[in-house]
């Protein structure tokens, strides 16, 4: 089945040895019938784990209805989901998409709309926000521009939390400053609170659209619904995807009044994006979320985990840094996080990587803490045995 793959797949992807078949709650089963605890998620992409009742049922239920309605006709469950969100976030408006770099793209033209004429866009380095030519343009990783160049024109890329880098790059040119609250691929680096005030300051002052891009650490993975409500600090305008949709494409982008005001039929558009079975699994998704206690859930698990985290920080010294909130979390070591995730992979855990050197966990929320005790142990046996 590998050699069909690598004979007619583009090549895109490195695929690894472990082939997933199965899966349970948070546990993910390999093709040899071996059980491994998922600290990944896909990516983000599996809040609540596999198999989960509620998805099911709603994928059951979905299943013999229409699979797929054109956007030129009303279907109920886009309207439902689009006012949770709205409720749940204080924005004014949602936009459905399939993917987190869709939901960019948009962003990037909601804000040309606000202010036409501007095309300078401000971003941070080490930041990533999706693999379109737009999203890419944003993103703040040379390998990932590079290849594709020359991109959109005039964005400027600065260190994160650096406030004074931040004054001196907005001003009344700027279309639009994108930021993750957390990021993702750049490491695990959280925002500071004075810097994302700071940058609501700034746009408020000249007319810059706030995007914050919450594709990854949004919709409860920070331990809040929504990784700004941590801060304080409401953009003009939210992205999200990955759990949204239950395992299936889902984007979204929520727009305050000022920006929603401005898009007007066939300015934005998609075939796929709200489709109705994506929907619905994004209103059990919500569901589970908020009325089921699992962002609480994340946010009790998470402060519990950070304290084990830095207990292994304080007694491991390949351990350089830990950083992140509730399930979002990056572990930064003193050698490269490949070959020790490829280990912690032989020992049953399925972690990911970020930059060259931090364990990168996204694990579903209903992980129990059993399996993060467990991960933390074999982390530790897995450094100690890099060392001797």
């Known amino acids: 089945m590998e050699a069909r793959a690598a ?3 583009l090549g895109t992807y490195s695929f690894t040895k472990f082939h997933p078949r199965d899966g349970r709650g948070a546990k993910l089963v390999d093709a040899d019938g071996k059980v491994y605890w998922d600290l990944l998620a896909g990516i983000a992409v599996n809040a609540l784990g ?4 509620r998805l099911v049922k709603t994928l059951k239920a979905g299943a013999t209805d229409l699979l797929h309605v054109s956007n030129l006709f009303y279907q109920p469950a886009q309207g439902e989901l689009a006012e949770r969100l709205v409720t749940l976030s204080g924005l004014s408006r949602a936009f459905f998409c399939n993917s987190g770099t869709e939901a960019n793209e948009a962003a990037i033209k909601f804000a040309r709309l606000a202010n036409p004429g501007r095309a300078k866009l401000v971003a941070l380095d080490n930041s990533f926000h999706g693999r379109t030519v737009g999203a890419v ?4 990783n040379l390998p990932y521009r590079e290849p594709f160049e020359p991109l959109l024109p005039g964005v400027t890329f600065l260190p994160a939390n650096d406030v004074e880098a931040l004054r001196a790059a907005v001003d009344d040119t700027t279309s639009a400053v994108f930021l993750e609250p957390i990021q993702g691929e750049g490491g695990i680096v959280p925002l500071t609170p004075e810097f994302l005030r700071a940058a609501r300051e700034l746009c408020d002052a000249t007319g810059a659209v706030l995007v914050f891009d919450e594709i990854q650490c949004g919709l409860g993975r920070t331990g809040k619904l929504f990784a700004f409500q941590r801060a304080g600090v409401t953009p003009d305008v939210v992205t999200l995807a990955k759990p949204l949709g239950g395992g299936l494409p889902l984007g979204a982008v929520l727009l305050n009044e000022r920006v929603a005001a401005l898009v007007k039929p066939g300015h934005h558009g998609t075939t796929f994006g709200g489709n109705p ?9 919500l569901d589970e979320l908020v009325e089921g206690g699992l962002v609480a859930k994340v946010e009790e698990t998470g402060a519990w985990f950070g304290k084990r985290l830095a207990s292994l920080a304080r007694r491991c010294p390949a351990v350089v840094d830990v950083r992140g909130a509730g399930l979002i979390r990056g572990i930064e070591l003193d050698r490269e996080a490949g070959p020790v995730q490829k280990k912690l992979l032989a020992k049953g855990f399925v972690v990911g990587t970020a930059r060259k050197n931090v364990i990168r966990l996204l694990p579903p929320y209903v992980v129990p803490k059993a399996a993060l005790s467990a991960f933390l142990s074999a982390l530790e046996e897995t450094l100690k045995e890099g060392a001797a």
Do not use: D
Not at 277 to 285: D, K, Q, S, T
């Open 277 to 285: 079975v994506a929907c619905r699994l994004g209103l059990a998704v």
């Open 137 to 140: 343009s944003l993103t703040g």
């Open 50 to 53: 596999y198999r989960h009742p």
């Open 7 to 9: 004979a007619f797949l």
